[in-house]
Structures are given as structure tokens and as C-alpha cells.
């Protein structure tokens, strides 16, 4: 008898991490909202001083926008740089520094436990990655769409 109660819990270690897969953790869920709230009213703030990129003070972050920041290639330096060039086009892949080629974690929270757990982490990575990739801070309207877009990744 000792032996099948064993094997049930045998069989809850390994079935939870694969059950696990493509869902977001309420901490993700949390930072993310956070995140979202905080954006928003940024974003019309920056359309009252003209920071923002066209009139967005009234439009909501949606996927589509989101997924097309993500895959648009901007050129400087004679380089193609784009956020899926290092995260690959499916956030949910690991990926590569594009310089260092050591493998990079998926960016999607679906696939990564370790994104969106800490708002400061996440604004600190925008920060860097958008002076990389665009030589300027992203707008609020633009990281509102990204992380919109990441969280509807499953």
C-alpha cells in the first residue's frame, strides 16, 4: 500500500511544473496591473506636455500595438536592433544577447517565472533596453502596449 501512496505524489511533482507552464502567477499579475495603472496615467500626462506619440491619452494598450513595438526594427548605427532580435519573435523561446550570444531567458511571463515579479526590475530594464534600442526612454503608451501584449502571451 505504501508503495501507491507514493506514487501519487510521485506523479503531482512531476505533473505540476508542466500544468505550471504558460500560466502567470498572481505576483506577475500584480506587478503587471501596477505596472499598467501607473503607465496609463503617464501616458496622459505625456500627451498634455507633448511627450507622447500622437494623441493615445484616450486609447487603451492593447495587444496589437504592443506586439508591434515588439517586432519593429529600428536602424542606427548601421544595425538592425528590435526587441525579438535578442528574445526571438516568440517571447516565449529563449533567446540571445545579440553582442554576447549567451542564451537569454523568454521575456514572456507564461514561460518565465522570474519576469514581472519586481515594477522597479521592470522599469530598470526599460530604461536600459529602450536607450539601446531606440536612444531614448520608451514612452509610458509604449511599455503599457508591451507589457499588454506579453501578458496575453501564453
Same mark, same amino acid.
Not at 43 to 57: D, H, L, P, T, Y
Not at 68 to 75: I, K
Given at each position: 500500500?505504501?508503495?501507491?501512496?507514493?506514487?501519487?505524489?510521485?506523479?503531482?511533482?512531476?505533473?505540476?511544473?508542466?500544468?505550471?507552464?504558460?500560466?502567470?502567477?498572481?505576483?506577475?499579475?500584480?506587478?503587471?496591473?501596477?505596472?499598467?495603472?501607473?503607465?496609463?496615467?503617464?501616458? @496622459?500626462? =505625456?500627451? *498634455?506636455?507633448? /511627450?507622447? $506619440?500622437?494623441?493615445?491619452?484616450?486609447?487603451?494598450?492593447?495587444?496589437?500595438?504592443? #506586439?508591434?513595438?515588439?517586432?519593429?526594427?529600428?536602424?542606427?548605427?548601421?544595425?538592425?536592433?528590435?526587441?525579438?532580435?535578442?528574445?526571438?519573435?516568440?517571447? @516565449?523561446? =529563449?533567446? *540571445?544577447?545579440? /553582442?554576447? $550570444?549567451?542564451?537569454?531567458?523568454?521575456?514572456?511571463?507564461?514561460?518565465?517565472?522570474? #519576469?514581472?515579479?519586481?515594477?522597479?526590475?521592470?522599469?530598470?530594464?526599460?530604461?536600459?533596453?529602450?536607450?539601446?534600442?531606440?536612444?531614448?526612454?520608451?514612452?509610458?503608451? =509604449?511599455?503599457?502596449?508591451?507589457?499588454?501584449?506579453?501578458?496575453?502571451?501564453?
Amino acid at each position: 500500500m505504501k508503495k501507491f501512496r507514493f506514487l501519487p505524489a510521485l506523479i503531482g511533482v512531476i505533473v505540476f511544473p508542466v500544468c505550471a507552464q504558460g500560466t502567470i502567477s498572481a505576483q506577475q499579475i500584480e506587478v503587471m496591473d501596477k505596472l499598467l495603472a501607473v503607465y496609463a496615467v503617464a501616458a @496622459k500626462i =505625456e500627451v *498634455k506636455e507633448e /511627450k507622447g $506619440r500622437g494623441n493615445v491619452s484616450d486609447k487603451p494598450f492593447t495587444v496589437e500595438e504592443g #506586439r508591434r513595438f515588439y517586432l519593429v526594427r529600428r536602424t542606427w548605427q548601421s544595425s538592425d536592433f528590435t526587441c525579438s532580435g535578442c528574445h526571438t519573435e516568440d517571447p @516565449k523561446k =529563449e533567446g *540571445k544577447h545579440i /553582442k554576447t $550570444r549567451l542564451p537569454l531567458k523568454p521575456l514572456a511571463p507564461s514561460a518565465n517565472p522570474e #519576469r514581472f515579479i519586481n515594477a522597479n526590475i521592470v522599469e530598470a530594464n526599460f530604461t536600459s533596453h529602450c536607450m539601446d534600442l531606440h536612444e531614448r526612454d520608451c514612452t509610458a503608451f =509604449e511599455k503599457g502596449n508591451l507589457i499588454t501584449y506579453l501578458k496575453s502571451v501564453k
